[in-house]
């Protein structure tokens, strides 16, 4: 995908004025819980059935996000059984990060204006330093955002009968995720494998778009070349924690390749969930890494940080 620059500021990105009271409510109250249940859980160890909870009620929804919601309803990395997409959009829900539309919508601006201070919504490249890494993993949430024009409505999905279902039912889903480790594990599952574990896939999830555009490698090609349009970084400990998305830089240099990690050997847990489904029959159109790979010249274009200095580069 091609980043392309819009001369005009759009109407509505960030309004760092307008600060968002309900997410700041909802933010504040998930982290209250979540350091009582760290603490709870040093007064009373919990049970093996809560940390079992736990890691699956970590894992699903998590690959609802970068399987179901990223590599397939944002970017069409691949093309899946209308009841695999299913239960991947409602284990997308229970990750309490929004309805499918609007977090499509969302991550379609930040590759559009790829690490453009005033146009991405969440780059670190925003403000300097400490204060940009804060903005890129939480601070853009925090206020009011509406996306520009272009972005404002997917056709595709406000036409789509299961988004349109997803949206009329986000709430209860989302807090099924409260809920199911409530119901199989009492008030300790709900503390730790619901609140703790909501907060933590949170952090890793918003690592993604500050740690893995700020910190780790850049993505090369077959020929050596180095990917240099934005600042996006291949980050080792995001990608054991966010099931291989932390292979960014690689997905910002081929946005709509289903495989993030690009070599056969690489820890990309959503690759193989998604070579898994393939295999069975329930995923086809995979769209594979190409080992022959070779950047385009406008991404070996000096950005991202450079750009700052230089100002826009294409
Ligand atoms: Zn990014
Ligand atoms: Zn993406």
Known sequence: MTATVTPERPVSLPVKRQVSLQSILVLGFLHLVAAFAVVNAFRSPPSATVWVLFVAMWVLPQLGITVGYHR????????????????????????????????????????????????????????????????????WLLFRYERPAQFRTSARLEADPLARWQRRWYVPLALASFAIPFAVAGWDGLLLAGFLRVVLVLHVTWSVNSVCHKWGKRAIDSAGNVYLA?????????????????????????????????????FDPSKWVIQLLAT???????????????????????????????????
């Open 280 to 314: 069975v029959g329930l995923a086809w159109a995979v769209r594979r890494p190409d080992p022959a790979l070779v950047f385009k010249s406008h991404q070996l274009a000096g950005a991202g940080e450079d750009r700052q200095r230089v100002g826009p580069t294409r």
């Open 72 to 139: 397939m309803e944002t970017h069409n990395g691949f093309k899946c059984h209308p009841w695999v997409r299913a239960v991947l959009v409602v284990f997308g829900a229970m990750s309490v990060q929004g309805e499918v539309n609007g977090w499509v919508l969302n991550h379609r601006v930040h590759h559009h204006f790829q690490d453009q201070p005033g146009l991405d919504p969440h780059s670190p490249l925003e403000y300097p330093g400490i204060k940009g890494l804060l903005w890129a993993h939480v601070g």
């Open 230 to 266: 934005d600042d996006s970084r291949n980050n080792w400990m995001v990608e054991i924690l966010a099931m291989g998305e932390g292979y960014h830089a690689n997905h910002h240099a081929q946005p709509t390749w289903a495989f993030h990690g690009w070599k056969r050997f690489s």
